[in-house]
């Protein structure tokens, strides 16, 4: 994915992608659609691991 947000960076922002907390990002990036093959599922951490309450 790195080329991918690197091309979209300089698409959207006309420059390079972040590199330092100060940079300006693109908020979201993210894929849509299917893979051409089946894919096996990603690992997730439960919700604990991040949200405090």
Excluded: K, N, S, W
């Amino acid at each position: 994915m790195a080329p991918h947000y690197e091309r979209l960076h300089q698409q959207v922002l006309g420059r390079p992608a972040p590199r330092t907390p100060q940079d300006p990002t693109v908020q979201m990036f993210c894929l849509i659609g299917y893979t051409p093959a089946e894919a096996p599922a990603t690992p997730r951490r439960p919700l604990a691991a991040f949200v405090r309450a």
